[in-house]
């Protein structure tokens, strides 16, 4: 067998190689506000603050116990702000949030600014 790579294995590891652009990191979470109605408005890094809704969540494992008022309110940011935590069990990481969450107000320029608007 030889050790040496085929032209098409080659070409493959130069195109995986190639930089893509600057990958822009997602922004730490600050503070966790438990809102009405299941929502979370998370402020982030820069300023940012983005709400989630976490109704379409609570059918799931750990986050049916969120039903319960009580435990969710008792939301904490986690691990230097990588995600929020309940007691419950349930938690959430900061790249979930910030992507599936609407933007409110606040940050520099946002991406996701114009599609939530």
Do not use: C
Not at 59 to 84: E, K, P, Y
Not at 108 to 116: C, G, L, N, T, V
């Amino acid at each position: 067998m030889s050790s040496e790579a085929s032209p098409e294995l080659l070409q493959s590891w130069e195109l995986a190689a190639e930089p893509r652009g600057e990958v822009t990191p997602t922004p730490r979470i600050e503070t966790a506000e438990p809102r009405p109605e299941y929502r979370l408005r998370l402020r982030f890094v820069g300023g940012e603050v983005r709400e989630m809704d976490l109704r379409p969540l609570l059918d799931r494992g750990v986050f049916s116990r969120l039903r319960d008022l009580d435990a969710f309110r008792r939301v904490r940011v986690i691990h230097n702000g990588s995600g929020v935590a309940w007691e419950s069990g349930a938690d959430l990481s900061r790249d979930t949030l910030y992507h599936e969450s609407v933007y409110v107000s606040g940050g520099a320029s946002s991406p996701f600014k114009m599609a939530a608007g």
